[in-house]
């Protein structure tokens, strides 16, 4: 069954850019939209933002001006980047298949903003 | 954005109890609203889909109701496995919203 699994580094810095790709084994991106999650510690599930297999994107309103979606077909991956981040953006990160729902998730990555 | 607004934030129950969360949305969301389960130190589980349609492999004492503002997850006959953090989650319009989360535990 398709599989998620998200990856990058854990921490960052004030201001700087939060990168991370979630690789999808046993399925194919193709006629699905791929979603960002996150969660803060012990706090609840804010979308960040998805994209469509053909490329099109959609973000939060709230993190609009600093998140970018990409999506590479030939290797079975999606990739977020967060600019200029804060300490509000330790979370963990999750990515999602949504069908209408998000019915498959990865594991999650947490990743701390500290100096 | 839509709201949605869960109902109880915290919950303390015995095994066998009948359990219900709501989840209430700020405009008509029609019947996309969904429920995950989501255990400590665990990614979120699809546990109904379309507010009352169950999902293949979840156990039969989850249920869900409602359309348009208000919603209800019932979980009948409460196991020791089901302390979780519960979240509705809407799919009608963007930006996609959670609730803020039920927390579930067993006595």
């Known amino acids: 069954q398709v599989q998620l699994q998200e990856s990058g580094p854990g921490l960052l810095k004030p201001s700087e850019t939060l990168s991370l790709t979630c690789t999808v084994s046993?399925?194919?991106?193709?006629?699905?939209?791929w979603s960002w999650i996150r969660q803060p510690p012990g706090k609840g599930l804010e979308w960040v933002g998805y994209?469509?297999?053909?490329?099109?994107?959609n973000y939060n309103p709230s993190l609009k001006s600093r998140v970018t979606i990409s999506i590479d077909t030939s290797k079975n991956q999606f990739s977020l980047k967060l600019s200029s981040v804060t300490a509000a953006d330790t979370a963990v990160y999750y990515c999602a298949r949504r069908s209408t729902w998000h019915d498959v998730w990865g594991q999650g990555t947490l990743v701390i903003v500290s100096s | 954005e839509i709201v949605l607004t869960q109902s109880p934030d915290f919950q303390s129950v015995t095994p066998k109890e009948k359990v219900t969360i709501t989840c209430r949305a700020s405009?008509?969301?029609?019947?996309?609203l969904h429920w995950y389960q989501q255990k400590p130190d665990q990614s979120p589980k699809l546990i109904i889909k379309?507010?009352?349609q169950s999902i293949s492999g979840v156990p039969s004492r989850f249920s869900g109701s409602g359309s348009g503002t208000d919603f209800t997850l019932t979980i009948n006959s409460l196991e020791a496995e089901d302390a979780a953090a519960y979240y509705c989650h809407q799919s009608n319009s963007l930006p996609y919203t959670f609730g803020q989360g039920t927390k579930l535990e067993i006595k």
């Open positions: 405009q008509s969301i029609g019947s996309s």
């Open positions: 046993g399925g194919s991106l193709n006629n699905y939209y």
């Open positions: 994209i469509y297999y053909s490329g099109s994107t």
């Open positions: 379309h507010a009352s």
